[in-house]
């Protein structure tokens, strides 16, 4: 009985492992393998356009300084904000959008406006670094 | 050097727990529960020391740890069994494991929620040095900020080494949990070959939820251990699991009291679950007291149950659940150890007895995913293909062990 439960279950892990081998075939067939520009890179293109977006960004805004988002959607502004939470942690935030509602004075005491999208900037953010997925503009105050 | 250091500060935490798991006799497997006991001491401490109002450092969250390891380690006497393990066996759980971790690596299975909170969190508590009540409370607040802190705890604990989150290298580490519980369940189960399906069953059905960097791991190490330890009569080693488990999720509430149910009709007495659970109690309790402390409303958070049945979702559960249920491997993971116990409850019935507080559990959580789900108002297709596949898979582990334990025959060397 022992060893043939040593076969089962060796036999089950082998049949088990088809699985992952298959989707490994899948994947080294339609991706070529390089370092991923982000952490989501290969299963959640839409987060992975986000995070390039505000790693592209990041460079250009400073410790200690205040940033917001613009983009196109609220859903746009509430994803970008939470990864934005991780990448811009020593920034403060004003977001315009938080969990999907607009909120009050729609991040104008940002010092820094992160456009995503197609980069154009806020008439009182005239300064704009165009960036991967968007621009980031600059408030002359606060 | 950033990844460099954050692995480096990983290496450290076996030695947290070496006072938890002096007490197992097998070398490898006591590294492995130190790992998991050390997780669980470090989210004990730092959640402490922000409630006494210290800052974290490295030297000040190590030193206890370490002196009571060093403590227990000098004042124990051992003599450690050797460990049975064939070449195959060893070769499938590491093609297993490497399956995970290279999934994560390449960005094929990290989790979303990882950068929208868990990592985010573990960012903000390395950078304020403690487990950050005011980000936690501010007017933007992550989401789920009720959840525990054991992950993004031990995420900030290496970021006080790298000082920068190295994204990808962290979510990777998740498949360190299932390397540090591979050898505690081959000691618990005293099978090799099982351990070595297990480990299988887990890394597939891990990669195929997009395991890496959230909490997933930890959860299905903690419960899969402490299950295991139930029916191998290590009931301390079970009442440690249960804590980390506590204080890793708040879905192992269900499971733990799944468990628990099985522990009391096995035994026909409350004794050990009662230690089990006060055990799981405690645990929570430290997240609970945090709260408290902060002001943060008290308890878990994450199940919103209307009590309003909505019997037409039946035929949708039904339909959709298996597609849920594939576990990376069309669902072989889970008919395989089904296909073990059926034969053994046709052939050997008596062999099933001791695996019951394994068995119990498994259509119990499944009648309770029902109930969840006949309570959902709208888009239940979707929201089961985004939430059942994880949440069944101490289901699935439970499962294997089950089977593990029922065709085994080396029960009764953990006897005690």
Redesign the interface.
């Known amino acids: ?2 060893t043939v ?2 076969r ?3 036999a ?9 081998l298959i ?2 075939g899948s ?1 080294l067939r339609t ?1 070529r ?1 390089e370092v ?1 520009a ?7 293109p839409q ?2 356009a986000y ?1 390039r977006f505000l790693a592209a960004a990041r460079p250009l805004v400073p410790a200690g300084s205040s940033y917001t988002i613009k983009a196109p959607t609220p859903d746009d502004e509430t ?1 970008l ?3 934005a ?2 990448l811009y ?2 920034v403060t ?1 004003y ?1 315009a959008t ?1 969990v999907w509602q607009s909120q009050p004075g729609g991040g104008s005491e940002a010092k820094y406006v992160l456009v995503y999208g197609t980069p154009e900037c806020p008439a009182d953010a005239p300064s704009m670094h165009i960036v991967n997925g968007g621009a980031v503009c600059v408030r002359d105050k606060p | 050097m950033t990844v460099f250091a954050y692995v480096a500060a990983y290496a450290l935490v076996p030695l947290f727990g070496l006072s938890l798991a002096s007490s197992i006799d097998s070398r490898s497997a006591r590294l492995g529960f130190a790992f998991l006991a050390g997780a669980l001491l470090l989210t004990i401490e730092a959640t402490l020391f922000t409630m006494l109002g210290i800052r974290w450092s490295i030297v000040g969250l190590a030193l206890p740890l370490l002196i009571a390891s060093g403590v227990v380690l000098w004042r124990t006497k051992r003599t450690d069994k050797s460990v049975c393990a064939t070449p ?2 060893i070769a ?1 759980i590491v ?2 494991i490497l ?1 995970f971790a290279l ?1 994560i690596v ?5 989790n ?1 929620d ?4 868990w ?2 969190k573990a ?2 508590f390395a ?1 304020s040095r403690s487990l950050d009540a005011g980000y936690l409370l501010s ?2 607040a ?2 789920r900020i009720d959840y525990p802190p054991l992950l993004p705890i031990v995420q900030a604990w290496g970021l006080l080494f790298s000082h920068q ?1 190295p ?2 290298a962290a ?1 990777a580490m998740s498949a360190v949990w299932l390397v540090a519980a591979v050898p505690v369940i081959h000691w618990l189960t005293g ?1 090799i ?2 351990t ?2 297990w ?3 887990m ?2 059905s891990l ?2 939820c ?1 395991s890496g ?1 959230n909490a997933e791991a930890m959860l299905v190490v903690y419960i899969s251990v402490g299950a295991a330890a139930i029916v191998a009569r290590r009931t301390s080693i079970a009442a440690i699991a249960f804590a980390g488990a506590m204080l890793t999720k708040e879905e192992a509430l269900v499971t733990i009291g799944a468990i628990l149910i099985g522990v009391v009709i096995y035994d026909r007495g409350i004794r050990r679950a009662a230690i089990l659970a006060a055990s799981s109690a405690a645990g929570a309790s430290v997240w609970f007291a945090f709260q408290k402390r902060f002001g943060m409303h008290v308890g878990y958070d994450r199940v919103t149950l209307t009590h309003t049945f909505h019997w037409g979702n039946l035929p949708t559960i039904f339909r959709e659940a298996p597609k849920s249920l594939a ?4 669902g ?2 889970w008919l ?2 089904l296909a ?1 116990i059926i034969y053994i409850a046709w052939k050997m019935p008596q062999r099933l007895k001791d695996a019951i507080p394994l068995l119990v559990p498994v259509p119990l959580l499944f009648a309770f995913f029902v109930y969840l789900y006949l309570q959902y108002e709208s888009s239940l297709a979707m929201k089961m293909w985004w939430i059942l596949p994880r949440l069944s898979q101490p289901a699935l582990s439970l499962l294997v062990l089950a089977a ?1 334990f029922a ?3 080396r029960m009764p060397a953990h006897d005690r």
């Open positions: 009985m022992v439960m040593r089962v279950w060796l089950g892990a082998l049949i088990v492992l088809t699985g992952p989707t490994w994947f991706h393998l991923p982000s952490p989501t890179e290969n299963d959640q987060l992975a995070w994803q904000f939470w990864l939470a991780g942690a020593d935030p977001p938080y | 195959f066996a499938i093609i297993a399956h999934s390449t960005t094929q299975s990290i979303p990882y950068v929208l909170f990592g985010t960012v903000h950078m007017r933007y992550p989401p989150m994204w990808i979510a099978s070959h099982a070595a399906f480990t299988a069953a890394a597939a990669a195929f997009g960097g576990a990376g491997c069309w072989l993971s395989i150890p073990i593990a065709a085994g025959d």
